[in-house]
């Protein structure tokens, strides 16, 4: 039998907060008064202060001495870094999926490529939801995890959660447009995974993760500009 703990109330405090930072609603750079958020939320000053140590750890808020805590910039250096392990711990959990599964048994997976594809491909910069596209994007990493049974790279690639969820919005937001360059790529997800092609799936993980390290790159240097 396998007990789970319910999320604290730090860890629920780091979520809200962090959705914030995500959406933008908080920006690089702004202040995160522990007083007025412990009064916002009705919960102990203790507790906010436990849930910046936790967005600390997720890289959206820098904690100064005397200054306390501040929303993350991004920056070049930061996107690059992020991308650069995020996109081959999505290229290894590939990979273990196509060693333990295969044929008909990966269909519920190709499924949820295809489906994801048809959202990004639907998306207009009128009506798009980026929140749910990107809940979305990690229900198939949440998926693929439970089909590779490694707890190690399903809590790490959870933990890069926050940071990449705030790098997609970010282009959903300023680039609607760009997800009709990567819908397609789900659907060649899809045929990769049922071929059971581990070259074709790396592929197109790679290319998929490198057009949204672009994105992602040249807004930041257009509001750098």
């Known amino acids: 039998m396998r007990f789970e703990a319910p999320e604290s109330l730090s860890e629920q405090i780091a979520q809200h907060i962090g ?3 995500v959406v933008r609603s908080l920006k690089p750079g702004e202040r995160i008064q522990e007083l007025k958020v412990a009064g916002d939320l009705n919960v102990s000053r203790g507790s906010v202060r436990e849930a910046l140590l936790i967005l600390e ?6 904690i100064y001495p005397r200054r306390g805590a501040v929303v993350s910039e991004m920056t ?9 392990i995020y996109i081959d711990l999505l290229c290894m959990l590939g990979r273990k999926v196509l060693e333990r599964w295969s044929g008909h048994e990966l269909s519920g997976l190709a499924e949820q490529f ?3 594809g048809s959202l990004l491909g639907a998306l207009t910069p009128l009506g798009n939801d980026p929140e749910g596209v990107i809940e979305a994007g990690f229900d198939i990493v949440r998926n693929a995890c439970g089909m590779v049974e490694n707890p190690f790279l399903q809590e790490t690639l959870e933990n890069f959660r926050p940071a990449i969820s705030r790098t997609y919005y970010m282009v959903l937001e300023n680039r609607p447009s760009e997800t009709t360059e990567t819908a397609p790529l789900f659907q060649k997800l899809a045929d990769a995974a049922m071929q059971a092609d581990a070259a074709g799936l790396q592929q197109v993980i ?3 993760g490198e057009h949204q390290r672009k994105q992602i790159l040249t807004i930041l240097m257009e509001e750098n500009a």
């Open 19 to 21: 959705q914030r930072i």
């Open 57 to 62: 750890r997720r890289h959206l808020v820098e």
């Open 76 to 84: 070049i250096s930061s996107v690059n870094a992020l991308y650069d």
């Open 114 to 116: 295809r489906n994801h």
């Open 206 to 208: 790679e290319q998929y």
